[in-house]
C-alpha cells in the first residue's frame, strides 16, 4: 500500500501521524530551503514503498518530532501507543550520537546494534533517514558533508548491504562517493558516457535475439532490462584495472526476470546456446545464496559481434528482496497476517538470513578498545562476503579475504586450534591461502596440536585473532618471544591415500608446530611432492624428525632449508 492510500484513511494512524508531524514542523525549513516537513514525508514514503507496516511508516513521519519540535515523546506515546513511540525513541537515540572521534563512534555503533538486535524497524526507519538525508547533502557546510558521507560510505551503506538491501546500499555509495573522492568522481562522469551510450546501443541490438530464442522455448519473460553498473562500484573495479574502462565488460549487463525458479535454469540454458559462456563465471546464487540473501544466476558470454556481455537470470519474488532485502522479507509477513514485532523478534524472516544480527549482539560484547572494536567490525560483518562450504554441503559465511583457519575457527574453536592443513576443492593450500565463494574446504586437524603465532600474520576475522592470542599465551607468552626460526621440509613420494596425513602426524609427535603444507603432484602423478612450513631452529630436532620422515612409506627423497 502506498503512502498516499494510507493517508487517504482518515481513521488510520498514518493519517493521524501526518496531520501531528505535519503541524509540529509547520514554518520550519530544512538547510536547502525546502519545507522541513518534505523530510519526514519522503522517509515516510520509501518506507511505505518498502512494504512496511503502518505502524513504521506512522513512525516514519513522526521520526524528528520528538526531537526537534515541542511535541515530547510521552505525547507521542499516549496519542499513537508504546509500539510507535517505542520505534520514534529508538531512531531518535541512533540520531543524537554523531560521528566525532572513534569513542563516540563506538558508542553510536553498539546503540545501533542493540536497536537491531531489538526492533529491525529502527534501522529501516534510520537508514531511510539517511537516503533523504544523502540526497540534501549538497545544502551543508563542506567539512559535515564530509563527515556524513565517511560514515555512510563505511556503516549505513555496507549495513544496507548486509540486510539484503542491495539498490539502497548501492544508492547510498553513490551518493557519497561524489563527497570522499570528488576528482575521481568528475573523471568517472566525463568517461563513462561514451562507453556508456555505445554499450546500451549494441545492448539493443542483442537484446530482440534474446526475446526470440525466449519466445520460441515458451518462455514469456516479465522484464528483459539492461543494469548499469553504480559509479562507486565501477570505481572500486577500475582500481583493479589500472583504470582501464575497456575491461569492464558488466558496465551495463542484462536483466532478465522470469516467473519461476525452472524457467530460471531454461533461461540460462537458452543464452549458452546462443553464446558460449566464459569459463568460471557461472555463478548459481539460486542453489547457493549469499550470506546476504541474494538469489539470482549470473553469467558471461562471448556474445554478439565476439563482446563480452553478462547476464542476471532471476524471479519476480528474487528481484524483489535483491532491492529491498530484509525490507520485502517483512513486507512477505505482512501479506501473511505475521507481526513478530509485537514480540519484539529481531528477526522478521527466515532466523538462518539474520542470525548475523544476534552474533553481532554478543560479538560486540568482547571489545573494550574502541579502534579495535571499529577495524573488527568493518571486516567481520560489514566487509564483502565470502561463503565457502564443508565437504558435508554447510555453508560458512566469512569476509572477503578470510583464510583457511578463519575458515576453520568459524566453525570450531577446537577445529582451529588442531588446524594443520587444508584442501581446497580437492586440492592441498597453503594455511595462507585467500579462500572464495563456492570453495569446498577440508581442514586437516591434529589432536593436541596448538595454534601458531605466526597465524596472526595473514588471519583476519577477529575470532580466529582472540583464540591464537589466547592459546599463544597460555603457551608461555609465546607473542612476546624472540622470532622463530622457520623449516621447510620437502618431501617427494609415491603418490598413496594418506600420505599428507602422515607427515602432518610425525611432525607432530616430534612437537614441531606447522605453520602450512601443501601438495602437488610430480612426474606424470606417479608421485607427489609435499611442502611443510615448521617452526623450528633446533638442528637437533630437525636431524630426529628427517629420520622419522625417511621411514615412511614411499618417501624418496627429503630435503629442507631454514627459511
Not at 21 to 27: Q, S, V
Not at 467 to 493: D, M, T, W, Y
Not at 531 to 544: H, L, M, N, P, Q
Request: neutral net charge.
Amino acid at each position: 500500500m502506498s503512502l498516499g492510500e494510507m493517508i487517504k484513511d482518515k481513521n488510520g494512524v498514518v493519517f493521524h501521524a501526518y496531520q501531528v508531524a505535519k503541524r509540529a514542523h509547520e514554518g520550519v525549513r530544512r538547510l536547502s530551503g525546502a519545507p522541513y516537513f518534505s523530510h519526514p514525508l519522503a522517509v515516510a514514503e520509501e518506507l511505505a514503498e518498502w512494504g512496511l507496516d503502518e505502524n513504521a511508516v506512522a513512525a516514519g513521519l513522526l521520526h524528528d518530532v520528538a526531537e526537534d519540535t515541542d511535541y515530547t515523546l510521552d505525547q507521542i506515546k499516549k496519542e499513537f501507543g508504546e509500539e510507535i513511540a517505542f520505534l520514534v525513541d529508538g531512531v531518535t537515540k541512533l540520531s543524537r550520537v554523531k560521528y566525532h572521534g572513534q569513542e563516540r563512534q563506538v558508542e553510536s555503533i553498539r546503540k545501533m546494534i542493540l536497536s537491531m538486535a531489538e526492533d529491525l524497524r529502527v534501522i529501516l526507519i534510520r537508514l531511510a533517514d539517511r537516503h533523504h538525508n544523502m540526497k540534501t547533502l549538497s545544502a551543508l557546510p563542506a567539512p559535515k558533508q564530509k563527515r556524513i558521507a565517511e560514515e555512510t560510505m563505511e556503516i549505513y551503506a555496507p549495513l544496507a548491504y548486509r540486510l539484503g538491501m542491495q539498490r539502497l546500499s548501492g544508492e547510498l555509495e553513490d551518493l557519497a562517493f561524489p563527497y570522499l573522492y570528488p576528482p575521481e568522481y568528475k573523471w568517472i562522469i566525463n568517461s563513462l558516457k561514451y562507453h556508456y551510450d555505445e554499450r546500451v546501443k549494441y545492448l539493443s541490438r542483442v537484446k530482440p535475439l534474446v526475446e526470440e530464442a525466449l519466445d520460441e522455448a515458451g518462455i514469456k519473460p516479465l522484464l528483459i532490462d539492461f543494469r548499469a553498473k553504480r559509479y562507486s562500484s565501477l570505481y572500486k573495479k577500475l582500481l583493479k584495472y589500472d583504470m582501464d574502462i575497456s575491461k569492464i565488460y558488466d558496465l551495463v549487463a542484462f536483466r532478465i526476470i522470469v516467473d519461476t525458479v525452472e524457467e530460471c535454469y531454461a533461461t540460462l540454458g537458452i543464452v549458452h546456446k546462443l553464446w558460449p559462456p566464459l569459463p568460471g563465471r557461472i555463478k548459481d546464487y539460486i542453489a547457493m545464496p549469499k550470506p546476504n540473501g541474494y538469489r539470482s544466476l549470473h553469467t558471461t558470454v562471448l556474445c554478439l559481434d565476439q563482446q563480452i556481455v553478462e547476464f542476471q537470470i532471476r524471479t519476480e519474488e528474487m528481484h524483489r528482496e535483491a532491492e529491498n532485502g530484509i525490507a520485502a522479507h517483512w513486507a512477505y509477513e505482512q501479506s501473511k497476517g505475521t507481526k513478530k514485532y509485537l514480540n519484539r523478534e529481531a528477526s522478521v524472516a527466515d532466523p538462518k538470513e539474520t542470525e548475523w544480527v544476534e552474533k553481532l549482539r554478543s560479538w560486540q560484547q568482547d571489545f573494550s578498545d574502541p579502534q579495535e572494536f571499529m577495524n573488527a567490525l568493518k571486516i567481520d560483518f560489514f566487509r564483502d562476503r565470502i561463503f565457502a562450504m564443508t565437504p558435508a554441503g554447510e555453508v560458512v559465511d566469512l569476509p572477503d579475504g578470510a583464510t583457511p583457519v578463519d575458515f576453520a575457527y568459524q566453525i570450531h574453536t577446537d577445529i582451529g586450534d588442531q588446524c594443520v592443513g587444508a584442501r581446497v576443492n580437492g586440492k592441498m593450500v597453503p594455511l595462507d591461502y585467500k579462500l572464495r565463494s563456492q570453495d569446498i574446504v577440508e581442514i586437516i586437524t591434529q589432536k593436541n596440536k596448538k595454534p601458531s603465532p605466526a597465524w596472526l600474520e595473514f588471519v583476519i576475522t577477529s575470532k580466529a585473532k582472540s583464540h591464537i592470542r589466547v592459546a599463544s599465551k597460555s603457551k608461555g607468552s609465546l607473542l612476546n618471544a624472540p622470532v622463530q626460526r622457520f623449516i621447510e621440509v620437502k618431501i617427494i613420494a609415491e603418490d598413496r591415500i594418506g600420505l599428507l596425513k602422515d607427515v602432518v602426524a610425525t611432525i607432530s609427535r616430534s612437537h614441531i608446530n606447522i605453520n602450512s603444507s601443501s601438495s602437488s603432484p610430480f612426474g606424470r602423478g606417479k608421485l607427489q611432492i609435499i611442502k611443510v612450513k615448521c617452526e623450528t631452529g633446533e638442528r637437533a630436532k630437525i636431524s630426529k624428525l628427517i629420520i622419522k620422515l625417511k621411514e615412511l612409506g614411499g618417501v624418496k627423497e627429503i630435503d629442507w632449508r631454514l627459511i
